[in-house]
Nanobody, 115 residues
Framework: VQLVESGGGLVQPGGSLRLSCAAS????????MSWARQAPGKGPEWVAG????????YEAAAVKGRFTISRDNARNTLYLQMNSLKPEDTALYYC?????????RGQGTQVTVSS
């Protein structure tokens, strides 16, 4: 399993970012996938999950209405569109296989929301 995240960076409050996760080494289209994040000094937080057929399974209350998870099974890629970003969204974001935070995961991409 290989998962490579990209798209993070420094953004001002209220801004947007789109994260991508390129998957390889497994049958991506048959797996549920998740985005999770970990802020400094805190434990992992499940952000959103999506089933293999594209049905969204979960969005954390803290991001509901602002973040959207999606996937392109033809491209073996998972996405997270993040709008109206807040300073409290600052964290290392990573994609993972299966629902939750315990699947195989990538190295992550840093998102920093600051003015």
């Amino acid at each position: 399993v290989q998962l490579v995240e990209s798209g993070g960076g420094l953004v001002q409050p209220g801004g947007s970012l789109r994260l991508s996760c390129a998957a390889s080494g497994f049958s991506f289209s048959t797996y549920a996938m998740s985005w999770a994040r970990q802020a400094p000094g805190k434990g992992p937080e499940w952000v959103a999950g999506i089933y293999s057929d594209g049905e969204v399974a979960y969005e954390a209350a803290a991001v509901k209405g602002r973040f959207t998870i999606s996937r392109d099974n033809a491209r073996n890629t998972l996405y997270l569109q993040m709008n109206s970003l807040k300073p409290e969204d600052t964290a290392l974001y990573y994609c993972a296989t299966r629902m939750g935070t315990n699947g195989d995961r990538g190295q992550g991409t840093q998102v920093t929301v600051s003015s």
